[in-house]
């Protein structure tokens, strides 16, 4: 069984530029978080969907950061404009079950390098 | 909200010691603490995992020991390997709330 599925892996961009990131779960996992992974440092929660619906955005700097879950299926994070402070890590996880509960299974992440 | 501690940051072990990492959490409440193992390149991974209502757990080499008076809960490695070189994440959770993840203990495995 596939895992989860992250692209780019890698992306390298100039401040102020426009930046995407796609994820594709597990098949029949209805959660689906966003994770931002600083250098040295523990995932920490950007926003988590429920099939479609985003229930937990509460860390998600809005003013430049959205996200988008359309059907329920596949995710996209996007940064626009991106800011050298956003160079990181940007972790995909699903889960089977709402509400937080269950295993979290995480891609292999997409390394973002603002210059 | 939760907040949790993982110490040491760093720890060298040789091939065939034990390895501890011991995490605190603020929120008395919390009742679920996984540990993920994060290898280089790659996505944590889910190695372990430890509910409130149970005061050690182990799956071979590797265990987890809780104190919900203390309000800490370790990671237990024995007989270490080089793979289990790795950076290892501890994390906590309130009922349905996000779980919060430690900064991470980076273990090197000396052969």
């Known amino acids: 069984e596939a895992g989860v599925v992250q692209s780019p892996r890698y992306k390298i961009i100039e401040k102020k530029q426009p930046v995407a990131f796609w994820c594709n779960p597990i098949s029949g996992h209805n959660t689906l978080y966003w994770y931002l992974q600083n250098l040295g440092q523990g995932p920490e929660l950007l926003i988590r969907y429920e099939n479609e619906e985003a229930v937990d955005d509460s860390q998600l700097p809005k003013d430049r950061f959205s996200a988008e879950r359309l059907k329920g299926v596949d995710s996209t994070l996007k940064i626009q404009p991106a800011e050298l402070g956003d160079s990181a890590v940007y972790l995909c996880a699903s889960s089977l079950g709402n509400a937080n509960t269950g295993e979290l299974f995480f891609g292999e992440g997409s390394r973002l390098t603002v210059l | 909200g939760e907040n949790v501690e993982q110490h040491p940051s760093t720890l060298s072990v040789q091939e065939g010691d034990s390895a501890v990492i011991k995490c605190t959490y603020s929120?008395?409440?919390?009742?679920?603490f996984p540990w993920y193992k994060q290898e280089l390149g790659k996505g944590p991974q889910l190695i372990i995992d430890i509910r409130s209502n149970v005061g050690e757990k182990k799956d071979q080499r590797i265990a987890v020991t809780l104190n919900k008076t203390a309000k800490h809960f370790s990671l237990h490695i024995t007989e270490t390997q080089p793979e289990d070189s790795a950076v290892y994440f501890c994390a906590a959770r309130v009922g349905n709330t996000p779980l919060v993840f430690g900064k991470g203990t980076r273990l090197s495995v000396i052969a």
């Open positions: 929120d008395s409440a919390s009742n679920y």
